[in-house]
């Protein structure tokens, strides 16, 4: 079965970047679509964006909350996912997991923090 590791993860200021990466442990090649959640203290994990493979190109989505400063991709090449997170806010501090999307394979989680 596939395995999932995030990094990236970190303290930032409001306003500031991260990265976050997701290897997987084996081709995820064949999967149409993988996904970014987010769960912060004492909430339900919830959705942040999703990415789908199209014939020519991918498909991305974003809840509300993150369209406009986050950006998902992937590298099939290298069985990797990627979320770009730009202008971060206090709100955005949450634990993120990757996941083969309807899937139940996710990551362990990596902790994204963002204060002055």
């Known amino acids: 079965q596939v395995q999932l590791v995030e990094s990236g993860g970190g303290e930032a200021q409001p306003g500031g970047s991260l990265r976050l990466v997701c290897a997987a442990s084996?081709?995820?090649?064949?999967?149409?679509?993988m996904a970014w959640y987010r769960q912060a203290p004492g909430k339900q994990r919830e959705l942040v964006a999703t990415?789908?493979?199209?014939?020519?190109?991918?498909?991305?989505n974003y809840t509300n909350f993150v369209k406009g400063r986050f950006t998902i991709s992937r590298d099939y090449a290298r069985n990797t996912l990627f979320l770009q997170m730009n202008d971060l806010k206090p709100e955005d501090t949450a634990v993120y997991y990757c996941?083969?999307?309807?899937?139940?394979?996710w990551g362990q989680g990596t902790q994204v923090t963002v204060s002055s």
């Open positions: 990415i789908t493979r199209g014939d020519d190109s991918n498909y991305s």
């Open positions: 996941n083969i999307f309807g899937s139940t394979i």
């Open positions: 084996g081709s995820i090649f064949s999967v149409q679509t």
